[in-house]
Structures are given as structure tokens and as C-alpha cells.
């Protein structure tokens, strides 16, 4: 993993009102990450791009979550290409249709504080136990002080 992070402290001194940290997971894997106590536009949004479609979960917005059919698709021509191996062929633009699932929208905080009342009652293991508090424990102690740090 890669964890790259660039702030600024316009307020304090020490202390960065922006930042900007990008972490680079195995497998091609990428999140960019921006935080801004600052911003005029609080935006809690998360964007996944897939092979197939993209997903669009937006908190402040009524419809959370938006699945759209958008990508790019590599085209052959009859007789050219077919197998891709070579260096040129043609891409087609999808741009599909949007689904905006219905889903019964639970304050995240409250579910979260709800998956914890009932681990301990009933002693199941949480989704997201010690291993992964770690894990993010060591990107946000990555991010917190080093430009660039690769593992």
C-alpha cells in the first residue's frame, strides 16, 4: 500500500484546515480522499468505479445511492483484433441508464452504535473487528505526518 497526503494549515499553524491523501491498494485499487473543515460545500460523497458500472453513495443528497450503466467498452471489428492482443482497437462510450434503489436509510452512527450493542449482548464478531481498526489505524498513522510512505 501507498499513502500519499499534501495539507495546508491556513488557520493555525500545525494544524491543516485541507487535505488531500490518495491511497494506493494492491490490485489497482485507488481511494482519493479529501477533507476540508473550510470547504463551503460539506460533501459526503463516495464514488466506486467499476469494470461494469459506477455507484454514486451520497449522504446529503435524498436518493443515497445511484448505480449508474457508464463505462468504456473495447469494440472488435470482424477480422481485426479479435483477440485484443493487438495494440490497436476501438472503444465504445457506455452511457446506460441510472437505478436509484429504494433503501430504508439508517443514520450510520445509530447502525453502527446498534451492530456494537448487539455484538456484546449476544457475542457475535463485529463486521469490522480489531484486524481492520488496525488496519485503518496504520493509513490514518501513515497519513498523519509522512508525505509518502510505500509497504
Not at 70 to 92: C, H, Q, T, V, Y
Not at 107 to 129: D, K, N, Q, V, Y
Not at 133 to 149: D, P, S
Amino acid at each position: 500500500m501507498k499513502v500519499t497526503r499534501n495539507g495546508m494549515a491556513f488557520m493555525q499553524p500545525g494544524v491543516e484546515d485541507v487535505v488531500f491523501l490518495n491511497i494506493i491498494y494492491p490490485n489497482k485499487i485507488m481511494a482519493n480522499i479529501h477533507v476540508s473543515w473550510l470547504d463551503p460545500q460539506k460533501v459526503r460523497k463516495m464514488i466506486v468505479v467499476g469494470s461494469k458500472k459506477m455507484v454514486i453513495y451520497d449522504d446529503a443528497a435524498e436518493d443515497k445511492i445511484a448505480i449508474y450503466d457508464k463505462g468504456i467498452d473495447r469494440i472488435s471489428k470482424l477480422g481485426e483484433n479479435m483477440d485484443f492482443d493487438a495494440p490497436r482497437f476501438s472503444f465504445g462510450y457506455r452511457s446506460g441508464d441510472v437505478l436509484l434503489p429504494g433503501i430504508n436509510w439508517v443514520e450510520p452512527l445509530r447502525r453502527e452504535a446498534e451492530h456494537f450493542i448487539h455484538c456484546i449482548r449476544t457475542g457475535e464478531p463485529p463486521l469490522t473487528g480489531i484486524a481492520h481498526a488496525r488496519r485503518v489505524v496504520a493509513v490514518l498513522e501513515r497519513a498523519g505526518g509522512i508525505q509518502t510512505v510505500d509497504t
